[in-house]
């Protein structure tokens, strides 16, 4: 009798039972594996797999799977949730969209994260999984070892993935971690190939880990530091690494234009708002409708401006010059200034409002100063982009001039090394870099009145010393042998200079 009922309705007889097993779930745990086998079962797939962001956002993590008819242990293994080419799961999650591979080829699709086994799998079925702010939290996945046209199990399937969030929701376990692992292991370190930046120093790794915070949460972000800290290259991370980066990303420093011409570029002009507007013209909001706006120097916005982009901040709307109706634009503001807001709010130069509106996640980039550590790495990369620019062999690093970088303070940051390594690649002849290639101008930063000499010399030892490590890839036999030092020597030197092998 049951044969006789259509394939739909049988469907949706299962489907329904399925719904009512979750609903009678009394935990986090008994909902993830009930939905990971739900939606093998449904799909009639050899694997269901549930996979959620953990509460910082940084990590994904495996928190359910079923696998040839039952439930496998939890697993402890994660995996960033930056945007990578060569991850399927990553497409899902940085783009929200839905992902179908009737034909999985191996070649062209690596499916590192699929559990292995004697047959290849053959087709795969990803869905993005949505909280109830529209954030993307997880991705449930199903998968065959048999080519099959997965797409129609789709709705469903993303349906029951949100009834389940909803039921955690309700079970008061949303922010918990979805994994309750087996053992205490200690949290990844953020890496700087994760967003494309260049640093492991302790600095930048605390720089990494607030990046890793906003990259899936739709909240305003305000950069601030010195001049030359490359705001504009975070800012960029943000974006290329998070769910807007297939839209546009616009940048345009608030500085570099006067008030009038500003406004227009902002939020555009209607024909005949002014002299010279001889046709409509969007602004840089429209340009940036459903990507990320980075304002550089947000500081030096004028009163007027201030008011407009707070209008922009808090309706979403942007009305161009000589419009009398306001649009609607889904923007994500990227703020970056070397000033100091707060106490531009307290002398009056700039709104409060609008300050907490965009300092609502800051992240301050540390001065180059401040990350010792990468002093020397960011030269040898400079050096290496700017020979391979000229056509040039890699030119040698003489250990004065090593010396003399990892002594000085670059009151420019960032910038002011990139111009003087740059600089000295064009002065280098002979394919070595030397002391005299570099004009380094004393300051007051070099002469610190609170470092005594041991601490001075200390100083450019361990840059010396982390250079020379990171260059042999962490092998200290090597690095002794390249520095004329006994091993026991350099690991002493190590201790003493609080250098660990987690740093390098």
Not at 56 to 76: F, I, K, M, V
Not at 313 to 326: D, F, N, S
Not at 414 to 431: H, I, S, Y
Not at 479 to 496: S, V
Request: net charge neutral; charged share 25%.
């Amino acid at each position: 009798m049951f044969a006789c009922i259509p394939q739909p309705l049988r469907y949706a007889e299962a489907l329904l039972g399925h719904y009512a097993r979750l609903a009678r779930a009394s935990g986090a745990g008994a909902l993830q594996d009930g939905l990971v086998q739900a939606a093998a079962q449904l799909a009639a797939c050899e694997l269901g797999q549930l996979y959620l962001l953990d509460a910082g956002h940084s990590r994904l993590e495996l928190a359910a799977q079923w696998l040839d008819g039952r439930l496998q242990p939890r697993e402890t293994a994660s995996l960033p949730s930056d945007y990578d080419a060569g991850q399927l799961l990553h497409y899902c999650l940085c783009q929200n969209r839905r992902l179908c591979l009737d034909e999985l080829d191996a070649s062209l699709y690596p499916g590192d994260f699929l559990p292995e086994g004697s047959k290849p799998w053959r087709s795969l079925l990803c869905l993005p999984l949505t909280n109830g702010q529209g954030q993307v939290a997880g991705l449930l996945l199903v998968a065959s070892r048999r080519a099959r046209a997965l797409q129609g199990f789709a709705d469903s399937l993303a349906q029951l993935g949100a009834f389940v969030l909803a039921q955690r929701r309700l079970l008061g376990r949303l922010h918990a971690s979805p994994i309750e692992p087996v053992a205490e292991r200690p949290a990844a370190l953020p890496s700087a190939s994760d967003y494309g930046l260049i640093g492991d120093s302790r600095a930048m790794r605390d720089v990494y880990r607030l990046i890793g915070k906003v990259l899936h949460n739709p909240v305003g972000v305000l950069l601030t530091g010195e001049t030359g800290t490359g705001k504009e290259l975070v800012a960029r991370a943000i974006h290329d690494c998070g769910l807007r980066r297939s839209k546009a990303f616009v940048a345009q420093n608030c500085a570099a234009l006067p008030e009038s011409l500003l406004e227009s570029e902002l939020f555009g002009c209607r024909k005949g708002a002014f002299s010279g507007a001889d046709r409509d013209r969007p602004g840089l909001f429209d340009a940036a409708d459903g990507g990320t706006l980075f304002l550089d120097e947000v500081g030096d916005l004028p009163p007027l401006l201030q008011a407009k982009l707070l209008r922009v901040l808090q309706e979403g709307e942007v009305r161009p010059l000589g419009a009398t109706v306001a649009h609607r634009v889904d923007v994500r503001i990227v703020a970056a200034t070397h000033r100091d807001l707060r106490a531009l709010v307290e002398q009056g130069r700039f709104r409060e409002d609008l300050f907490y509106r965009l300092a609502h996640f800051p992240i301050e980039l540390p001065p180059l100063r401040a990350r010792d550590e990468d002093i020397l790495r960011l030269a040898r990369h400079f050096a290496a982009k700017a020979c391979a620019f000229l056509g040039r062999d890699a030119c040698r690093w003489s250990d004065a001039a090593l010396e003399q970088l990892a002594g000085y303070a670059f009151p420019g940051n960032v910038r002011e090394l990139k111009g003087l390594v740059e600089r000295a690649v064009l002065l280098c002849e002979g394919g070595e870099l030397l002391p005299e290639h570099f004009d380094l101008r004393r300051g007051p930063e070099d002469n610190d009145s609170t470092l005594n000499l041991r601490q001075r010399l200390e100083r450019v030892e361990r840059n010396l010393l982390f250079d020379c490590l990171r260059k042999n890839g962490g092998n200290q036999s090597q690095a002794a042998r390249e520095l004329g030092l006994p091993r026991r020597t350099l690991l002493y030197r190590m201790e003493r200079l609080n250098i660990r092998a987690a740093d390098l």
